[in-house]
């Protein structure tokens, strides 16, 4: 059952995007933080009430800093979905994954004892790192042009700050927050740092007709988060850690179908490499950290 919830946390979350990369040519990415936190908040505040689950919580500061980095990612992430191919931007989302890795070969090298072994244990964690970055620049070579060169680099850094969240819903999650709660203040987190946004960037002309896209993006994306840490609540197992890139294979026949991207052949090696890179590195990290933490969109 753990593994039907990620995907259909991952079809949410990418069903999502979709709604994203068509409301972005009436609304900039923080006025859709903004609208995805605050009816996402509604969203959550009406289930947590049938749930009977309290919003009281004892941990603010770390939903405070969970909200921040995740905020971060959901920004950068809506922001390179209005500039990019749906399949890319969600492939470079999903790349949180490998920079855990990363880390993980970055821990080794500043603890490394030559008596230890603990660099040769870490032999496959550096290849599923090289795998996944010989991915990116397959991916963005052949699907971006050059005037999406910027977005390209913030869709990177949507998956870097995906990684960070990783490491605070762990805790969250180790602390027995419902999931009601714990996405409800995510929500919230997403709210604020969209109104400050707003605040600096301005508020785009207001049309009913295209802020209906808005509705679905809230629903899609609370749908999605509240699915993710369903599946994750009994602890990650191999499997549903793995299937959360199905939601590369949506955002790709979405980008095709709907959008009609043309994605090259070298991108599409590019996305498998990736999504091989990324089940290898869940694999290692589920080796080094049982209860592995879910991805924040």
Same mark, same amino acid.
């Given at each position: 059952?753990?593994?039907?919830?990620?995907?259909?946390?991952?079809?949410?979350?990418?069903?999502?995007?979709?709604?994203?990369?068509?409301?972005?040519?009436?609304?900039?990415?923080?006025?859709?933080?903004?609208?995805?936190?605050?009816?996402?908040?509604?969203?959550?505040?009406?289930?947590?009430?049938?749930?009977?689950?309290?919003? +009281?919580? %004892?941990?603010?500061?770390?939903?405070?800093?969970?909200?921040?980095?995740?905020?971060?990612?959901?920004?950068?992430?809506? /922001?390179?979905?209005?500039?990019?191919?749906?399949?890319?931007?969600?492939?470079?989302?999903?790349?949180?994954?490998?920079?855990?890795?990363?880390?993980?070969?970055?821990?080794?090298?500043?603890?490394?004892?030559?008596?230890?072994?603990?660099?040769? +244990?870490?032999?496959?964690?550096?290849?599923?790192?090289?795998?996944?970055?010989?991915?990116?620049?397959?991916?963005?070579?052949?699907?971006?042009?050059?005037?999406?060169?910027?977005?390209?680099?913030?869709?990177?850094?949507?998956?870097?700050?995906?990684?960070?969240? /990783?490491?605070?819903?762990?805790?969250?999650?180790?602390?027995?927050?419902?999931?009601? +709660?714990?996405?409800? /203040?995510?929500?919230?987190?997403?709210?604020?740092?969209?109104?400050?946004?707003?605040?600096?960037?301005?508020?785009?002309?207001?049309? @009913?007709?295209?802020?209906? @896209?808005?509705?679905?993006?809230?629903?899609?994306?609370?749908?999605?988060? @509240?699915?993710?840490? +369903?599946?994750?609540?009994?602890?990650?197992?191999?499997?549903?850690?793995?299937?959360?890139?199905?939601?590369?294979?949506?955002?790709?026949? /979405?980008?095709?179908?709907?959008?009609?991207?043309?994605?090259?052949?070298?991108?599409?090696?590019?996305?498998?490499?990736?999504?091989?890179?990324?089940?290898?590195?869940?694999?290692?990290?589920?080796? %080094?950290?049982?209860?592995?933490?879910?991805?924040?969109?």
């Amino acid at each position: 059952m753990q593994a039907l919830w990620m995907v259909l946390a991952s079809f949410a979350f990418a069903t999502m995007a979709v709604c994203v990369k068509v409301a972005s040519d009436w609304f900039n990415a923080s006025e859709l933080v903004f609208w995805r936190g605050l009816l996402g908040m509604l969203f959550m505040w009406l289930f947590a009430r049938r749930q009977g689950v309290s919003l +009281r919580t %004892a941990h603010g500061g770390m939903h405070a800093w969970r909200s921040l980095v995740g905020v971060l990612s959901l920004g950068a992430w809506f /922001y390179a979905i209005g500039g990019l191919p749906l399949a890319t931007a969600m492939t470079l989302n999903y790349l949180s994954s490998v920079w855990i890795a990363a880390f993980l070969v970055g821990g080794a090298l500043v603890t490394w004892n030559p008596r230890s072994g603990s660099m040769l +244990r870490q032999g496959p964690v550096a290849l599923a790192v090289l795998a996944g970055f010989a991915g990116v620049v397959l991916l963005l070579r052949p699907t971006i042009d050059k005037d999406q060169l910027f977005a390209g680099l913030v869709g990177l850094l949507s998956g870097l700050a995906s990684a960070f969240a /990783y490491l605070q819903v762990m805790a969250l999650g180790k602390l027995g927050e419902p999931e009601a +709660r714990t996405v409800f /203040y995510f929500a919230l987190g997403s709210a604020l740092a969209g109104a400050v946004g707003v605040a600096l960037t301005g508020v785009s002309p207001w049309d @009913w007709l295209h802020a209906a @896209w808005l509705l679905p993006v809230g629903l899609f994306a609370s749908l999605g988060q @509240w699915c993710m840490t +369903r599946a994750y609540s009994h602890g990650a197992t191999l499997v549903v850690a793995s299937l959360q890139y199905s939601g590369i294979v949506f955002g790709a026949i /979405y980008s095709v179908v709907l959008f009609h991207d043309t994605i090259a052949p070298m991108g599409w090696i590019g996305m498998a490499l990736i999504v091989a890179s990324g089940v290898a590195a869940t694999i290692l990290r589920e080796r %080094a950290a049982p209860n592995a933490p879910a991805e924040e969109h």
